[in-house]
Nanobody, 114 residues
């Protein structure tokens, strides 16, 4: 059983930064994509960023230039560096791994408010 544990969420002011981490309980040997999704109240869950095991990345247009996704395969961990945060970034952020099977974390709350 693969478990994903997110950390790093919190309350920040507009313009500040946060770094989310997602630790995967074991190495996934097949080709895979590690993603960050988010879901704001009353809205559908949306893909924020993704990174393959070959380090190809993709970003939602709304976060390009502000967020950076990275992964450390030696630690089975994926990160999301979020800079210049805006109130509209407020959401629960979920870690997702898509390989032969798909796995989700429990989510971490990010609140951007003055």
């Amino acid at each position: 059983q693969v478990q994903l544990v997110e950390s790093g969420g919190g309350l920040v002011q507009p313009g500040e930064s946060l770094r989310l981490s997602c630790a995967v309980s074991r190495r996934i040997f097949s080709d895979n994509v590690m993603n960050w999704y988010r879901q704001a109240p009353g809205k559908q869950r949306e893909l924020v960023a993704g990174i393959t095991n070959h380090d190809r990345t993709e970003y939602a247009d709304s976060v390009k230039g502000r967020f950076t996704i990275s992964r450390d395969n030696t630690k089975n961990t994926v990160y999301l560096q979020m800079n210049s945060l805006k109130p509209e970034d407020t959401a629960v952020y979920y870690c997702n791994v898509r390989a032969l099977r798909e796995y989700w974390g429990q989510g971490t709350q990010v609140t951007v408010s003055s």
